[in-house]
């Protein structure tokens, strides 16, 4: 029988840094020492879980000093470096190194020895509360492995600890704690230590382990990427006030614009093919502004091209962080990227699939009603004229629903006229995949819809 803790690291990265090296050395604790990993359990103790008895506390954590062993995951070395500025001497650069590895993937340390009920139960409570194992930016989820999950682990692949002389491969040494544990000396600071004029803490050792080679990826070059699949790039919005949601076409129209300013070729983009000749059908991008949380303020931004988003337009899209406008009353925007993909990825709240899909913003019809035409007639024949122009199925319903539709911008510039605008909700025969827009300046806001459960 033996006791084993699993790590997992979910934003893929472990910072920490060796004992006695300097942070810029960008140096890299690998595998993580047992002297660090008890520290942490016990700083969870003082700062999680107080109500512990601090001798069951101490029975546990003395039982995890002797050495482990353990099995690593595939990591990649890597780091950042950081320039702050440091008065009149211009700028100090700072290393910051880390073990890149899969966020799904765990590191496992084992001890051959078994932990009694009562430890077990206080390390299983102290590994579930752990937040981060070294620097804090690297965020831990630790847990005890049953017995049957230890017994199950593979009889190979594991890093045991051995002298320099007898390893057979070049080898790492990580601080481990001596047994029985000096928890005083656990507890020891790096200043405290280095004013008593040691380099290593009192009840510490140093512990040798065949080093774990990082993964090197090889230095070619790599092969074009197929084309991008890329759907919709989704943003969210920040401002001290954030515009309502009336706004929807004025905003748009400035997204459109800035987007522009960043790829002027692109027919994507601009919704004309070449001379300004206007593109045949509605492939080309819808900008949407959406109030996802019903509150009556934009907290949203998606840009959608049904035909998909070159590479070049999706970079061109993520290097919009702003929105201005000089028209009255735009209030200023910043833009911040949440995710790129597919359109039903990007916008759930708005792809169905539902039989019955309700106006989010008002329909505003191309056409004008024939004399003595009803309304409630002539709104059902755009909308499937509409339906049929973007390849939906026929609607078997459309009728006319209450609102303040008027109260939405209905017109892309000052210069323009205000269209007219309706409520609608349109039924199929069958649930049908949106999202839906419709309409006049449909690839600016107007003639959204909104599934109905």
Request: glycine share 6%.
């Amino acid at each position: 029988m033996s006791t084993a803790v699993a790590l997992r690291f979910p934003t893929g990265r472990y910072h920490a840094t060796p004992w006695g090296r300097a942070v810029n050395e960008a140096v890299i604790e690998w595998p993580p020492s047992p002297w660090r990993l008890l520290r942490a359990l016990y700083a969870t103790w003082q700062w999680r879980a107080s109500d512990l008895d601090a001798d069951v506390v101490e029975t546990a954590l003395s039982a995890l000093a002797q050495a482990p062993s353990f099995r690593l995951p595939r990591h990649t070395e890597a780091h950042t470096r950081h320039y702050y500025p440091d008065g009149a001497y211009g700028t100090d650069k700072v290393f910051d190194p880390f073990a890149a590895l899969d966020p799904h993937s765990e590191i496992v340390v084992r001890w051959s020895n078994t932990l009694d009920e009562q430890s077990r139960a206080v390390v299983t409570r102290l590994c579930g509360l752990l937040p981060y194992l070294g620097r804090a930016d690297s965020l831990c989820q630790a847990r005890l492995l049953t017995d049957e999950e230890a017994d199950k682990l593979p009889m190979e692949g594991w890093l045991d600890p051995g002298d320099l002389g007898t390893l057979d491969r070049p080898a790492t040494r990580v601080l481990a704690p001596n047994s029985p544990l000096n928890l005083p000396a656990l507890l020891a600071t790096t200043t405290a230590v280095r004013h008593g004029g040691r380099t290593t803490p009192p009840g510490a050792r140093w512990l040798s382990y065949p080093a774990a080679i990082p993964d090197r990826p090889p230095a070619v070059r790599r092969a074009l990427r197929p084309p991008s699949t890329v759907g919709a790039v989704r943003f969210a919005l920040a401002a001290p006030v954030l515009p309502t949601h009336h706004q929807v076409v004025l905003y748009g129209h400035a997204l459109r614009r800035a987007a522009l300013s960043r790829a002027q070729e692109s027919a994507t983009l601009s919704g004309r093919v070449s001379d300004g000749v206007r593109s045949d059908g509605h492939t080309h991008a819808h900008y949407l502004f959406l109030d996802l949380d019903d509150d009556g303020l934009l907290d949203t931004a998606v840009v959608w091209a049904p035909e998909g988003l070159t590479e070049a337009e999706v970079e061109a899209l993520t290097r919009i962080d702003r929105l201005n406008y000089g028209e009255p009353g735009f209030r200023p925007l910043r833009l911040a990227v949440e995710a790129s993909g597919s359109m039903p990825d990007m916008l759930p709240e708005r792809a169905g699939p539902a039989r019955r899909w309700r106006s989010d913003t008002p329909f505003a019809p191309y056409r004008h009603p024939k004399k003595r035409q009803l309304t409630s007639d002539f709104l059902a024949a755009e909308v499937r004229r509409e339906l049929t122009t973007r390849a939906f199925p026929s609607a078997s319903e459309v009728r006319t629903t209450g609102g303040a539709w008027l109260d939405f911008r209905r017109r892309r510039t000052l210069q323009d006229l205000e269209l007219r605008a309706f409520g609608l909700e349109i039924v199929f025969e069958e649930p049908t995949e949106g999202p839906l827009a419709l309409g006049a300046l449909s690839h600016f806001g107007l003639g959204l819809f909104r599934p109905v459960p």
